[in-house]
Structures are given as structure tokens and as C-alpha cells.
Nanobody
Framework: QVQLVESGGGLVQAGDSLRLSCAASGRTFSNYAMGWFRQAPGKEREFVASISSTGTSTYAADSVKGRFTVSRDNAKNTMYLQMNSLKPEDTAVYYC??????????????WGQGTQVTVSS
């Protein structure tokens, strides 16, 4: 089992930045690919960004490329999502997840409870 806890969400204005954190405990963090997903009210959950277990490879949705950066610190069992130039359409609950392959969205088996990000215009 892997336990995941997100933090860092909040209410910001358009154009601001936020950094989300995902702290992991349980099994060896460095064995897992990690990903960020989000779900806006009335919409399905969507993929945001992911990172390989070693941190050498990342992948991001087109909607956030150039604005969001995913990273991880395996020594701290933590993954991050740096979000810059936030837009109102980024408003959602953001979830982190652990899985076996960072490019396979179906491989994520462990999920956090989510953190709310609200971007006002």
C-alpha cells in the first residue's frame, strides 16, 4: 500500500502561481511512477502531468504544457506540481497518484484525497 497526501492548494488570481506537493508513505516511493490528475465540477477526471520513478522523464497534457512542471524528490518521498500562469479553467480538485508506468494513465492504482485549486478571473 502507498498512502498519498496532497497539499498546497488554495484560492489564487489568474496569472498567479501555486506549488502542489504530494507526500507518500508506505512502500518504496522510488519504485513508482507518479502522476497528477484533476477534476473540475461536472467534468470527468483528466490527466495533468506525470513523472517516471527516477524522475528522468516527464509527460504533460497539452493544456498545461509550458505552464506546469512536475518534479519529485525521492529522498523526501514527495512529488511536486509547479503551476504558473494559472487560468480560471485550471480550477479543480487536484489528485496525485502512484502507478507502474508514467505514460499509462490506467496504471495508477494508489490515489490521494485531493486538494482544491481555485483560480479567480
Amino acid at each position: 500500500q502507498v498512502q498519498l497526501v496532497e497539499s498546497g492548494g488554495g484560492l489564487v488570481q489568474a496569472g498567479d502561481s501555486l506549488r502542489l506537493s504530494c507526500a507518500a508513505s508506505g512502500r518504496t516511493f522510488s519504485n513508482y511512477a507518479m502522476g497528477w490528475f484533476r477534476q473540475a465540477p461536472g467534468k470527468e477526471r483528466e490527466f495533468v502531468a506525470s513523472i517516471s520513478s527516477t524522475g528522468t522523464s516527464t509527460y504533460a497534457a497539452d493544456s498545461v504544457k509550458g505552464r506546469f512542471t512536475v518534479s519529485r524528490d525521492n529522498a523526501k518521498n514527495t512529488m511536486y506540481l509547479q503551476m504558473n500562469s494559472l487560468k480560471p479553467e485550471d480550477t479543480a480538485v487536484y489528485y496525485c497518484a502512484a502507478g507502474t508506468y508514467y505514460r499509462n494513465q490506467n496504471s495508477y492504482t494508489y490515489w490521494g484525497q485531493g486538494t482544491q485549486v481555485t483560480v479567480s478571473s
